[in-house]
């Protein structure tokens, strides 16, 4: 059954955006600022994806775009904020592949455009801006609707590429984590839309990496992502052909939302501390909205967490993952949920 799942996984058609895999690196003058009791720390580095200027996004649109090429689509459809690291991926597969690209971002229009939003526009995507979050995903559909009445075909990728294909791209990606020879007891990253989080606890089942996987939210509060996650594996299991059964077993989602600080996209005092710690000491540079949030190393209370890790990077530039005593929930107070996994996508 599991060989069976993992066949299907790896058969799925795909656009090689960026060459793999990424390296594991140790984090050893990291382990050293830590103290005598810092466990080992490693980084799976993929802002090192060429593609776009890299980031976890780049394996999620390596499927999600094969799915729109198999829909024969002109256009790509996408939505974020107005520094969505996403968006920046999407504008670029659309400029790989021929594809018009149209972002829906909120907030209001820049005065001089910077960073991702500058990239949106070199690689030739048009963007509209709404007000608000609750905005993006009707103005995508009436984007849609549009074209679809002037005879294109556009394809919409909902926020994040977070749909079981782009999950699916993600879980493809652990075989590396696997064939480096790192075995991580805990992988943490940041979560947002879930499709990361998906991605990583079917991928570490179907390729038999023991590890716990805990996400970092960068905004919501953590039984919304929760039920966000458990969605997403229920249809990556429903798309690897082993449908749910009615019996199936008890597995964590684990989310820790104590890091969000003021807001998305918003910095907070233990993140940014983490960011410079990382850079000064590993020559590193972390995203503060996305890949600084799992490492809030100046926060006593989640110090302890840290002192046994291993490590994996994801955001839209970085981030990491990270091996910890097997007590660290108590000790990290995290917020989880148990959420029931379908049969095929069950540890080993």
């Known amino acids: 059954m599991m060989a069976t799942a993992l066949a299907a996984l790896m058969s799925l058609p795909s656009i090689p955006l960026a060459p793999h895999p990424t390296p594991v690196e140790p984090l050893l003058r990291l382990g050293a600022a830590l103290g005598p009791h810092a466990p080992r720390l490693f980084i799976k580095r993929d802002d090192l994806l060429s593609f776009g200027m890299g980031g976890n996004k780049v394996r999620k649109m390596s ?30 597969t659309g400029a790989a592949l021929g594809l018009r690209v149209v972002l829906v971002l909120n907030g209001d229009p820049a005065a001089r ?43 919409v990728v909902p926020l994040g590429a977070s749909t079981a294909t782009g999950a ?43 590890a716990r996987v805990l996400g970092i939210s960068a905004d919501d509060p953590a039984p919304l992502l929760v039920r966000v996650v458990g969605a997403l594996l229920d249809d990556i299991a429903a798309r690897l052909a082993r449908l749910a059964q009615p019996s199936t077993a008890n597995r964590e989602i684990e989310v820790d939302d104590r890091f969000v600080g003021p807001g998305y996209g918003i910095p907070s005092q233990p993140s940014t501390d983490a960011l ?14 996305y890949t ?20 994996r990077s994801c955001s839209g530039t970085r981030a990491g993952c990270r091996e910890c005593l097997p ?22």
Not at 82 to 90: D, F, L, P, Y
Not at 169 to 176: I, P
Not at 298 to 310: D, L, N, T, Y
């Open 63 to 92: 499927l999600v775009a094969a799915e729109a090429l198999a829909h024969h689509a002109d256009t790509l459809i996408t939505c974020g904020a107005r520094q969505s690291n996403h968006a920046r991926v999407t504008a670029a």
């Open 113 to 155: 455009a910077t960073g991702n939003l500058l990239l949106d526009r070199l690689f030739g995507a048009e963007v509209r801006y709404v007000s608000s979050r609750a905005e993006r995903a009707p103005m995508m559909e009436e984007i849609a609707a549009d074209l679809r009445a002037r005879g294109r075909r556009p394809f």
């Open 168 to 210: 699916m791209g993600f879980a493809r990606g652990v075989a590396e984590i696997a064939a480096a020879g790192v075995k991580p007891d805990i992988i943490v990253h940041a979560s947002s839309s879930g499709g990361t989080q998906a991605g990583l606890m079917a991928g570490c089942a179907l390729f038999g990496v023991r």
């Open 276 to 289: 410079e710690l990382v850079a000064r000491r590993e020559g590193i540079v972390l995203d503060p909205v």
């Open 292 to 311: 600084a949030r799992p490492w809030p190393v100046s926060s006593p209370e989640f110090g302890p967490a840290i002192s046994r890790p291993i490590g």
């Open 327 to 348: 007590d660290a929930r108590a000790m990290c107070g995290v917020r989880r949920a148990r959420c029931r996994v379908p049969d095929a996508l069950k540890g080993a």
